[in-house]
């Protein structure tokens, strides 16, 4: 059964009345995944696209036992309270699409989440899809074909991009996790790449990175001390992005020394990885791997 | 968004944590009126949001009130590492005996907050974790929990202060520490923290960054940041105003994208076929046509762009609305080559807008890129 979202997956979405949450929610219908309810404070009652909606969490848990996974959508303002929420209520998986919180704010219910062994992915995030199974986040579903490839990145569309391209040609998506691009994500490519070597759907891995702080080189070296008994192919982005600039989200940045693309791709070389130089060779790379 | 070492001071006389008296100027009549107020021997120190401003000349003493009019007209409007000096802080010298360094800053991998603190101070702190590691202690703090007392111990005893200064440290990394989360930073650091002459702790300097995204419950951080506008080239501070992300490079081909990923990919595979980008521009998630258009006028608009590469992949946006935003910008600005990779959301209807006026619609990222590369070397 692939990782984090598939067939059991049971579906929470936080701020469900809102823009966002209402047009995912269609859309993630739409895909067949299985959303049983909806949370907005003040708006318990009502339903959005056949889904019902309630003014808490543990509302929703006492009506919906199931729930065993959660959505955010909630504005970065309230999003801490909403997931310290969730948390609070055991429910195992929560996926934080919200982008712009403050990191502070991320760092206590990424921690708050460690204690209550909640599994946290984002915050900033595309989210998860399983294909053909379970989509529990915001991608175009259709680039994402079923196949044995896990994907795990930092960044949303560029996401889209590679799996366009690993559907493309035959290999296929076991999973894709967005891990998010914020400075603090929830889940890391070292805790996703050990969920993915568990999965007897999945063949070979496929990490995206991207310029600002270490996670790729701590995932090398993780790599080289563990080995690892899947193929793992990189993509690093922002290659040609000057030091000191801030790149769109508030992760993409190369500070004080470190997080430069040269130095993730050194480590990532001398683990063994392949680093695709460019989106469309990945394909390529993988089929090499897995002869 | 990273404070001016003035700024920092004030966070830090807000917080109790002691420092030599100071004030800011920006030309050398008010830098004499400010040291009128203060007590000689002064330091006169250049504000600018870069590092190695000493040793660019930037920080020089003054005994009495007309030398610091002297150096201030000095250092007002020279330039380091290309930033003019607009504005001067000037201090009471302290005596110093030790310089030592403590700072909080964020562990993106542990997901804790630092204490980092050395037994030398004064210089660049990764320098001194080169150089000198053993000088430097760091410990991970929850964020639930805080700072506890166990830690500032701890740290005292390896920065090997005279016992009778624990009180006074304990206060200024608690202080310290209540800054950094009550005012959401990235960094907050004291470099150097000196030790004096007569026994006593104080900041010498202040280096603060604050998360951008925490902005909304700081207003006094809100007002700070639209005064930041004012020192941004135009076209930063134009793309900042239409609330795109943007970044000035030296190339000549305009990267536009959706998503910071893949407009960096763009930019990649731009240089990995020996073309280069002039700058990096995201125009974010769900971008409607005004959006797509006021991006491109503005690219069109920097001399600099000799052609323009549009990469957009339609999750949430909507291939037709920026195809619509593309038109909407050639009508005013018509002369520049365009090159469209577009794929996605609504992808057909975009095509046809953009091909009914005669726009080609290319199928791979790969293709647009070289196809870019070539029109600007013609």
Redesign the interface.
Known sequence: MPILVNEDTRLLVQGITGREGSFHTKLMLDYGTKILAGVTPGKGGQKVHGIPVYDSVDEAIEKHPEINTSIVFVP??FAYDAVLEAVNCGIELIVVITE?????D???F???AKYRRSLIVGPNT?GVISPGLSKVG???GK?FKRGKIGLV?????????VA?EISKSGLGISTSVGIG?D??NGL?FIETAKFFLEDENTDALVI?G??G???EE?FASFIEKTGFEKPVVAYI??????PG????????IIS??TGDAKSKIEALNNAGIQVA????SIPKILFNLLK | MKLYEYEGRRLFELYNIPQARSGVASTPSEARAVAEKLSPPYVVKAQVLVGGRGKAGGIKFAETLEQVELVAKKILGMKIKGITVKKVLIVERVDIARELYLGYILNRSLRTIDLLASSIGGIDIEAVAREKPRALIKISIDPILGLQNFMVRRVFKHLNLDSSLFDDFKAIASSLYSLFVEYDCELAEINPLALTADNKLVAVDSKVIIDDNSLFRHPDMLQLKSERLAELSEIERKAKLLGLSYVKLNGNIGIIGNGAGLTMATMDLVSFYGGAPANFLDIGGGARRERVENALSLILEDPQVKVVLINILGGITKCDEVALGIVSALEKHDNKPVVVRMMGTREDEGKAILESRGIKVLESMDEAARVAVNLSKG
């Open positions: 970065a303002k712009h919180i403050p990191v502070h991320s760092l206590k990424i921690r708050y595309p915001i991608m175009p680039v990145s930092r960044s949303g569309t560029l996401t889209y991009e366009n691009g400075p603090v890391d995206v991207e310029i702080g270490d996670a701590r982005t922002g290659r040609t992005a000057p600039k801030r790149m769109g989200h508030a992760g993409a004080m020394g130089e460019t989106v469309s």
